[in-house]
């Protein structure tokens, strides 16, 4: 780590083989000097900018001169980006033609006042997509540059007219990255799969000792003398916090243990909202089920939640890829999840947690872990050990690099 | 990603007979590469999809006994899994499919050498070496050297080191049967075993 905080790729030695730290390196000698640019249209909050905090100087560091461009527009823009967030993730909305011209004018206007001159150009999520549209040609009236959409969000099941307005841009790209197979589309572009990452150095996931963590479940009021069923998520229906109650309620006929439901503020959603009261509700007469609002920050929180487990459930019906599953394999707990989305991919039946699809599975799964400690801490050694494999940043960095070896071939 | 999905064993079938042979590849050879801690139930996906989310456990099962190492390309080996699915549907009156699982999703994948810099010149070295490179260098030498005679260190050894007894003994390893980390561990015993006394 460097003396202002700055992760190191060397820091990494202490979480990966060398081995795999060497192949990073040798990796990036192939495009050593290339440079390479993201755009995206936050640098605060949410994953995406969490992510390319970590990502820009790694690549950096790497030989890649890496920029971060982010796109700016009015409060209308991004209403209209938001419906078209949640339209590609397959809820209804209604469009307008003002609506997509408030869209590519904000596109239009980014593009001429962004750098975006580089090898290669990677643009996050629909809000820039259109920015390829506008893309300065170099002097012989050619693109400069290999343009690769990064599609984060689900887009299993769009609603059609969002989806037809975005593909015009998409099919500009030299390429699409999307995060699970099924995401994929019918688009005359490769498309990559990269699955996302958790980040082991993070505050999220950084190891704790057991004074830290005792010292927040204390501040936070959760008591450690039994078993701690956890979920970490945002109080919407998709992630089903009531099944995990009436889980939970099954559970405690027999087996005696605590349920945390941890999430954050709901104040801008009000569906969220209406969820987190029932959640309240359906918990109030219970003193040991504790539903915590906690800051978008709270990550050092939600590290010591995630350690005190003794099972983490993440119930979803339906889920974009769900790294807090990640998260807590990370942690070296056994995970139930719902069988949904990215949970499927990251969750190895019987040998790292369980999928399941109901209430009463989950119930089951967590009687039978609660009674089967060995099981569940030969589990939480497998869930570790995956994730090491195939869900840490490393991985995540080398299939990135390997992408801009292919594209710049 | 192809962009292509098969929902029922027909639609997997007319996939097989239709996708680029790296697909093909993709989900029988580099299994091997995406599933270096913990395998799914078959070292193939096309066995591992019939089994699981298709819950057809006899295509499953027929599919899996397929050892990929037994055919010289890519093209044999499409040639056995047609014939397999075929087969199978002929002695069905419906097609299974997908009804609460996942279908499945047609990939390929492009593989990238980069030189790890460790070079060996004898067998002591050699073992050494597989002892700490990455398990995506075991793959590359042992998986793909069949396809690729340059990067076949078994050849090396017989020719260049002069052991064709050490290489004979370790080409009868099989890696269809193993994780890499386990064929790693299976050459590492090999050369222990030979060494035994005289190291090389």
Redesign the interface.
Same mark, same amino acid.
């Given at each position: 780590m460097t003396r202002d905080g700055q992760i190191r790729l060397d820091d990494y030695r202490a979480v990966v083989p060398t081995a795999t730290l060497d192949l990073l390196r040798r990796l990036a000698e192939r495009i050593r000097g290339r440079s390479l640019v993201h755009v995206n249209s936050t640098r605060v909050g949410g994953g995406v900018a969490e992510m390319l905090h970590r990502y820009v100087p790694l690549f950096t560091e790497l030989g890649i001169a890496t920029r971060w461009e982010v796109i700016s527009g009015a409060e209308e823009f991004f209403r209209v980006t938001k419906s078209f967030h949640n339209a590609l993730q397959g809820q209804e909305q209604a469009f307008t033609n003002a609506m997509f011209q408030s869209y590519l004018e904000t596109n239009k206007e980014n593009a001429g006042r962004l750098n975006l001159d580089a090898d290669v150009v990677l643009v996050h999520d629909p809000q820039p997509a259109a920015l390829i549209a506008h893309a300065r040609p170099a002097s012989d009236g050619k693109r400069r540059g290999r343009w690769v959409w990064r599609c984060h969000i689900d887009v299993s099941r769009p609603q059609r007219r969002a989806w037809t307005f975005l593909r015009q841009f998409v099919t500009q790209y030299n390429g699409a990255i999307f995060s699970l197979p099924k995401f994929a589309q019918r688009l005359p572009v490769p498309q990559y799969l990269i699955y996302p990452s958790i980040d082991p150095l993070s505050e999220k996931n950084r190891d704790l000792t057991p004074d830290e963590v005792a010292a927040v479940l204390q501040r936070l009021s959760v008591p450690q003398d039994k078993p701690i069923l956890l979920q970490v998520s945002r109080f919407d229906r998709f992630k089903d916090p009531l099944g995990v109650i009436n889980a939970y309620r099954l559970v405690k006929k027999h087996d005696d243990c605590r349920l945390v439901l941890a999430g954050g503020s709901a104040d801008d959603d009000p569906e969220g909202a209406q969820v987190l009261a029932e959640v309240m509700d359906a918990g109030s007469h219970d003193p040991d089920i504790h539903v915590l609002v906690l800051p978008p920050t709270a990550h050092h929180e939600i590290n010591a939640l995630q350690r005190a487990a003794a099972i983490i459930v993440q119930k979803s019906t339906r889920e974009g890829f769900g790294l807090t599953v990640a998260e807590g394999m990370w942690k070296g707990k056994p995970v139930i999840g719902g069988f949904a989305g990215g949970i499927t991919v990251q969750i190895i039946w019987g040998v790292t947690g369980y999928t399941v699809n109901s209430v009463e599975g989950c119930a089951f799964r967590i009687r039978y872990l609660l009674h089967n400690p060995d099981v569940a801490t030969q589990m939480g050694r497998n869930a570790r050990e995956s994730v090491r494999e195939q869900f840490l940043i490393t991985r995540d960095l080398a299939e990135h690099l390997a992408l801009m070896v292919t594209l710049l071939r | 990603?192809?962009?292509r +999905?098969a929902w029922d064993e027909r639609e997997l079938l007319a996939g097989i007979e239709d996708v680029p042979a790296g697909s093909i590849s993709y989900h029988t050879r580099s299994y091997f590469l995406r599933s270096?801690?913990?395998a +799914?139930p078959y070292p193939n996906d096309f066995a591992t999809w019939a089994a699981i989310q298709v819950r057809d456990r006899v295509l499953g099962e027929r599919l899996a006994v397929v050892d990929l190492f037994d055919f010289a390309d890519v093209e044999q080996l499409r040639g056995e899994l047609v014939g397999i699915i075929d087969h199978h549907l002929t002695t069905l009156q419906t097609v299974p499919r997908v009804d609460?699982g996942? =279908?499945f999703?047609f990939?390929r994948s @492009?593989l990238?050498e &980069? =030189? @790890?810099?460790i070079v060996a010149r004898n067998l002591r070295e050699f073992r050494d070496a597989l002892e700490? &490179?990455?398990t995506?260098?075991i793959y590359f030498h042992f998986y793909e050297a069949g396809r690729r005679s340059a990067a076949d260190p078994l050849a090396w050894l017989e020719t260049e080191v002069g052991l064709a007894d050490v290489a004979a003994r370790l080409r009868r390893l099989n890696p269809y049967v193993t994780s890499l980390a386990g064929m790693r561990a299976q050459l590492l015993t090999a050369c222990d075993a030979v060494m035994g006394g005289s190291a090389q």
């Open positions: - | 990603m192809l962009g +999905a270096r801690y913990l +799914a609460y996942e =279908p999703h990939m @492009t990238i &980069v =030189p @790890t810099g700490r &490179v990455d995506s260098a």
